[in-house]
């Protein structure tokens, strides 16, 4: 039996939350894109985030080294000005349960990836673990049925949430150095900042991504949704992120990404 340190409990504890967080904010995303489009909601979302850590920079006085920027800035490319238009996107053609379920593979993607790029050896028991997780993808998108996969109603939008969790293992994978060479708020907080500013000319400019502006949708937003804004952008966001990454210092990355699992639950929970 396994006993726990009070330091571990509460890491533990606190990671709860950031899964329960992330698990309900499926849901929730869909109440904001009932008036929003997906663009304008990652707008809305993550310019309120870049705020919010704009400031926090300041009070810390935490910088990043010039050299560095070209890959911040990509890597906010990454995880938000493409992560979340992809994931909004998909919600729009699938459930939150399946989009929980879906992302929860970005481990799986992770870890095929460094066996890619840093030739990580593979053991029998990661063979098994991924050979699983391609079987229960499978039948989360086919509703349980292999052979009508490609007769699935969600299955546009589960294949962006699958690639969704690709794009995501991909800024793990590539943002392992900078994760390293800086704190994690610091490395978190511009990549926020970064990613929010490249969603404004998506935005603010009428285009193919995006053919309704935020401004023109702007008169229509009613108290729900910027109640889910305000929800996704302080907690699951500022909160979630800064708890995450705190807790891959005290406790490691393994045992952290494992509460990834949890999340599909607090997803069921709230489609509900």
């Known amino acids: 039996m396994v006993m726990l340190n009070n330091k571990d409990a509460s890491v533990y504890l606190s990671l709860v939350s950031v899964v329960f967080l992330w698990g309900t904010s499926f849901a929730i995303s869909k109440v904001a894109l009932r ?53 909004y996107t998909g919600l729009l053609y699938t459930t939150s349960i399946n989009a929980s379920l879906l992302l929860a593979t970005s481990p799986i993607w992770t870890t095929i990836a460094s066996i890619c790029v840093y030739r990580e050896k593979v053991t029998w028991n990661i063979t098994l673990g991924i050979f699983l997780a391609f079987i229960g993808v499978s039948l989360v998108i086919s509703k349980g049925s292999l052979f009508s996969l490609f007769a699935a109603e969600t299955i546009f939008g589960d294949l962006l949430m699958l ?81 995450w990454y705190k807790s891959i210092a005290k406790i490691g990355a393994i045992r952290t990404a494992s509460f990834q699992y949890i999340s599909p639950l607090f997803a069921l929970f709230a489609g509900v």
């Open 163 to 243: 690639l969704n969790a690709i794009v995501w293992a991909g800024f793990t994978l590539f943002g392992k150095k900078i994760m390293l060479k800086y704190t994690a708020f610091t490395a978190t907080a511009y990549i926020h900042v970064f990613g929010a500013l490249m969603l404004l000319p998506v935005i603010l400019i009428p285009n193919k991504l995006n053919p309704v502006s935020v401004v023109e949708q702007l008169p229509n937003i009613s108290l729900p949704t910027v109640g889910a804004v305000l929800y996704l952008a302080v907690l699951c966001s500022v909160y979630a992120y800064s708890t």
């Open 35 to 87: 008036e929003l489009s997906p663009l304008n909601l990652a707008g809305f979302r993550f310019l309120t985030v870049a705020i919010i850590f704009s400031l926090m920079l300041r009070l810390t006085k935490a910088k990043i080294e010039r050299k560095d920027l070209p890959q911040i800035i990509l890597m906010g490319f990454m995880s938000i000005t493409s992560y979340f238009y992809i994931q």
